[in-house]
């Protein structure tokens, strides 16, 4: 069974696909599809660290042996990097903690990083940085980036990484550009729709991969 997380509402797509049930788990509502013969369970987890854990521990406490977290990301000045590229990160941090024993993005007694375990030649591979910030800030973006290798930014995946990580269930990670600092327009009805194309554009991609 499979297990795909969605973060933001304007990155959700319409599954197109035939809906077996809708379920209850915890605070969370999870819809359960057909595809490709596959059995798929559908969860919006809402933004941030703390709602995409739980979101992941409840997809695990129904079976799923396979989660894909897909949606828009930041990323910083690269110009490999453009807005709508679809990339898969190879290995993911938090960046924003940060503590005078262990290096930058590790928790104590935690692991450093954690892995995708989706391996596709065609999709770009950069690191990834979550935290419980938006970061809009280019030195700050600068910083973080130099410190861990890092030049895309959410604010889920590092969560979703270490819930999967701790249940050894397999993880695939698909992200799409939404925005890159100091190139795009900060109004927010700008960043929505962004984040609504980039979400589609992921969301196309992980279907393609069911």
């Known amino acids: 069974m499979i297990g795909i997380i969605v973060a933001d509402p304007n990155e959700i797509n319409k599954f197109e696909h035939e809906l077996i049930e809708t379920l209850k788990v915890q605070q969370f509502e999870v819809n359960k599809y057909k595809i490709n013969n596959n059995d798929v369970f559908v969860i919006f987890s809402g933004i941030g660290i703390a709602n995409s854990a739980a979101a992941t521990q409840a997809l695990i406490s129904l079976g799923v042996k396979r989660v894909i977290n897909y949606g828009a990301v930041g990323a910083i000045q690269n110009e490999d990097i453009k807005v709508y590229d679809l990339i898969t990160p190879e290995r993911i941090y938090y960046h924003d903690v940060v503590t005078p024993w262990y290096k930058r993005g590790q928790t104590p007694g935690e692991k450093e990083f954690y892995t995708n375990d989706l391996k596709d030649s065609k999709l770009k591979k950069y690191n990834l940085a979550s935290g419980s910030s938006f970061v809009t800030d280019a030195k700050a973006m600068e910083q973080i980036s130099k ?5 895309l930014f959410d604010m889920e995946c590092a969560a979703i990484a270490q819930i999967c990580d701790k249940n050894k269930v ?3 990670v698909i992200k799409c550009v939404s ?3 100091g190139q795009n327009n900060e109004a927010v ?3 929505n729709s962004r984040i ?5 554009k992921a969301f196309e991609y992980t279907i393609s991969i069911i």
């Open 147 to 151: 410190e861990l290798n890092c030049f």
């Open 170 to 172: 397999e993880l695939h």
């Open 179 to 181: 925005d890159v600092v």
């Open 189 to 191: 009805e700008d960043i």
């Open 196 to 200: 609504a194309k980039a979400g589609k």
